[in-house]
């Protein structure tokens, strides 16, 4: 398997992940799980286009990946 580098290009829509927060519907990776996410710091991001489609994004990679508009 070749990986390759790509630039996003589009606009993420996140919100803070919060303790109770319903986590109904919203994928955790194995390797976030396993990490103790989800955790203060977390985001839950969203397809704008399909607002069903949730995930949760772990601190360090938002912080490396993101800035806020």
Known sequence: MEFRRYRRIQIAEMA????GLDMTGVSVSEVDAAAGSPRLGDRIARNPANHDDKWLV???YFIANFEKL
């Open 16 to 19: 803070d992940w919060e303790p």
């Open 58 to 60: 772990a601190q360090d």
